[in-house]
């Protein structure tokens, strides 16, 4: 058997949810259920370790720096010193 809810939004959020529903071109029902599998889909996966949670992420970001990965305490550093000489001006 289906499951009705009934939910009083704050105009703000109900605002958004009616244009998602004008771009998507869905019903409210659709896009609440939408957003619904899509929080509690991911709080199933939110347990482990981090890096599990992030996996899909690593190595996908170019930071057009190309010995990041084998100098990354000079640049870490550096920016560091940066940061503390912009503090005493």
């Known amino acids: 058997m289906a499951t009705q ?3 009083r939004l704050p105009d703000d959020l109900g605002r958004a949810l009616k244009a998602a529903t004008r771009r998507l071109q869905r019903r409210n029902s ?3 259920r939408m957003a ?3 929080f509690l889909g991911g ?3 939110a347990s482990g370790r981090p890096v599990e949670r992030v996996r899909g992420l690593i190595g996908s970001l170019e930071s ?4 990041l990965a084998t100098r990354h305490r000079d640049y870490i550093l550096k920016s560091l010193t940066r940061r503390q ?3 005493g001006r």
């Open 64 to 67: 057009g720096v190309p010995d």
């Open 85 to 87: 000489g912009s503090r």
């Open 30 to 32: 659709d896009i609440v």
């Open 36 to 38: 619904l599998r899509e």
């Open 43 to 45: 709080a199933t996966h």
């Open 5 to 7: 809810l009934t939910v």
